[in-house]
């Protein structure tokens, strides 16, 4: 499983990058085997001027048996603990954790799949689908995905857009990719 995580608040446990090293910690400690993690990045905060950049980072978990909704659930309860509250979407975050892609799994369907990755801009801002959407719809517009992605899963292939992370991360804009930065 690809996981996306990212603070631009930090939280009780520290600055944002503090944050993120916590919160692996915490996904360890609930008994998931971490495979692979990223560098950490400073990221520009999306969307643009809507608060405090970002650390973010991404991890390869082992699907060790769970089921799909019973990681989300893990995680959710990671992201509450560490105080994250969603009451604005796309809002600053103390600790967003994203279940990005579950091996070649499309989820619930292709057709709502695409119905999510085709929201143009102002529908992505105001509606939030009540299910889980796998792969995430729009993992392959963000730089602050992809970038950390290439670290851990660069040969990872999207199950419906057929291209690699790294493929994915190359179509971006360069200006895009330089300005998510190592820490």
């Given at each position: 499983m690809l996981i996306a995580v990212g603070s631009n608040l930090g939280s009780q446990y520290g600055n944002a990058t503090e944050t993120v090293a916590?919160?692996?910690n915490a996904i360890a400690n609930s008994g998931r085997q971490i495979r692979a993690?990223?560098?950490f990045y400073a990221t520009p905060c999306f969307p643009k001027g809507?608060?405090?950049d970002y650390v973010n980072a991404a991890l390869v978990l082992r699907?060790?048996?769970k089921s799909i909704s019973g990681e989300l659930h893990n995680l959710h309860a990671i992201e509450a603990e560490f105080g994250r509250s969603r009451k604005t979407r796309w809002g600053m975050r103390t600790l967003d954790l994203d279940l990005l892609a579950a091996g070649?799994?499309?989820r619930p369907n292709r057709a709502t799949f695409d119905q999510w990755r085709n929201?143009?801009?102002a529908a992505q801002r105001?509606?939030?689908p009540d299910t889980l959407i796998l792969p995430h719809p729009r993992l392959q517009d963000r730089a602050f995905v992809l970038v950390p992605l290439c670290d851990v899963a660069p040969d990872w292939r999207h199950p419906v857009l057929g291209r690699?992370?790294?493929e994915l991360c190359a179509d971006l804009p360069e200006n895009m990719r330089r300005e998510v930065v190592a820490l």
């Open positions: 916590a919160s692996v993690i990223s560098r809507a608060g405090p699907a060790a048996g070649a799994i499309i929201l143009d801009e105001r509606d939030a690699s992370v790294a």
